[in-house]
């Protein structure tokens, strides 16, 4: 949420920097509702301080024995007034409110311009792809005899719901235990565990509401209720409405959760096999710390999220998103890009984003700045650590053998207690 004084002081930089997404704000309304509520806001103050004039005559007069029946009635008359206004002037600041929850975050000086992903900025690339001697399969191919079986979901479920069996569902236990040990042993994250049914307040905060209620599943017989689409909501939430001591900033959580997403608009495309699902999991990365400490935490969250590929020795790069293809709440983001051979394309694996306060303004998440004995707006941060359905399917295609079985990294064999799996 954007804080509204640099909306009241600033509208003309605030709507240059929205344009900049692509989104146009629509700053006659935003004039009209500020117009009114200063009026409003102005006349209530007004009355109310007629009222106390009157309240304070009502008490001369019955000290000094007078009639009061005349000022009885003027205050009678002022408090209903008064009461009337105070009833429009919170229909008025919830109509603000709501205008307001519309507008995504303003983004960082350093995002570079564009209109689509197109645009977006290859900060640099790891690895080699491999060039292989034989003719390359994609990952439906290599899970063979229904070890990733699309059908059975489809009948279990309905499309783009996935079953995994013996060899890739150990895969992906071992990839999800094997992230989790790194961001917590090495990186210094606390590892949480948490609901995967959200409330609406949460998804408010996070910024995945009002604007994208289409992407969610809505649970039916209670209306507030809706299944995660990502950990950032659930874990992000732990600190709303909270005012944390500086002593315990930097706060850095790791947890594993399925999402689940509608993917409203997707229809058509990564439709097949594991790449794009309506339920999924990740290992996510999430970090709250002070505002003079997020550009940095940026770019050690995403370093967090690269050395997972580094250890599984796979081909990757980094971009930074142009305004036209980033989030609604994130001021930056750096997606991090796996190569899949079979696409002989990178793809995303990962999204690392700073939000800056804006989640926090939503969340009412604060932190006591006790050298200037005042409360500040947290900033938060998140990323992938990685998605895992991506991190198994470029697995299985970057190790993948002529006759068929797949090795494993190294740092990932004592997870798994073997060097190759889909061995004949």
């Not at 949420?1 to 700053?27: C, H, Q, S, W, Y």
């Not at 005042?374 to 990685?386: F, W």
């Not at 053998?401 to 190294?410: L, T």
Request: with cysteine.
């Amino acid at each position: 949420m954007l804080d509204p004084k640099i909306l009241r002081k600033d509208t003309e930089a605030v709507t240059k920097n929205l344009l900049k997404r692509g989104f146009v704000f629509d700053e006659s309304l935003w004039n009209k509702l500020e117009t009114k509520r200063k009026e409003l806001q102005g006349f209530t103050e007004k009355q109310q301080s007629e009222l106390n004039d009157v309240s304070k005559s009502i008490g001369i007069a019955k000290k000094n024995s007078e009639d009061t029946s005349i000022l009885q009635d003027q205050a009678s008359k002022l408090t209903s007034e008064i009461k009337e206004l105070t009833s429009d002037l919170d229909a008025l600041l919830a109509e603000i409110d709501e205008f307001v929850l519309s507008i995504p975050n303003l983004i960082d000086d350093d995002v570079p311009d564009g209109a689509d992903e197109t645009a977006n900025i290859e900060l640099r690339k790891e690895g080699t792809p491999r060039d292989f001697n034989f003719e390359v399969k994609d990952h439906l191919e290599i899970g063979r005899n229904h070890e990733i079986d699309m059908e059975a979901g489809v009948k279990i479920t309905g499309s783009r719901f996935k079953v995994l069996r013996n060899d890739i569902a150990h895969l992906q236990r071992a990839l999800t235990n094997f992230m989790i040990d790194i961001h917590v042993s090495e990186h210094g994250y606390e590892e949480v565990y948490v609901p995967y049914v959200v409330n609406q307040d949460s998804l408010y905060g996070t910024g995945q509401l009002p604007k994208f209620e289409e992407d969610l599943f809505k649970l039916e017989g209670n209306t507030n209720f809706y299944l995660t689409s990502t950990a950032e909501v659930p874990v992000t939430n732990l600190f709303r409405d909270e005012i944390l001591d500086s002593e315990s900033l930097p706060i850095k959580y790791v947890c594993h959760t399925p999402c689940f997403r509608s993917e409203a608009g997707s229809y058509g495309k990564d439709t097949r096999g594991i790449m794009r699902l309506h339920q999924f999991e990740k290992v996510e990365l999430v970090q709250a710390v002070e505002a003079s400490d997020s550009e940095e935490a940026l770019e050690e969250l995403t370093g967090h999220a690269e050395a997972i590929l580094k250890k599984l020795e796979l081909p990757y790069r980094v971009v930074s998103l142009c305004s036209g293809d980033i989030g609604f709440s994130a001021a930056k983001t750096y997606d991090i890009e796996v190569w899949v051979p079979s696409q002989e394309a990178y793809r995303e694996i990962s999204s690392c984003s700073n939000f800056r306060s804006f989640q926090a303004r939503r969340m009412k998440a604060r932190w006591k700045n006790k050298s200037q004995n005042k409360t500040e707006l947290l900033n938060t941060l998140n990323g992938s650590g990685l998605a895992l359905s991506r991190t198994v399917l470029s697995l299985l295609e970057n190790f993948q053998q002529a006759d068929g079985s797949v090795s494993i990294p190294d740092a990932l064999r004592d997870y798994i207690g073997r060097d190759s799996i889909l061995n004949k």
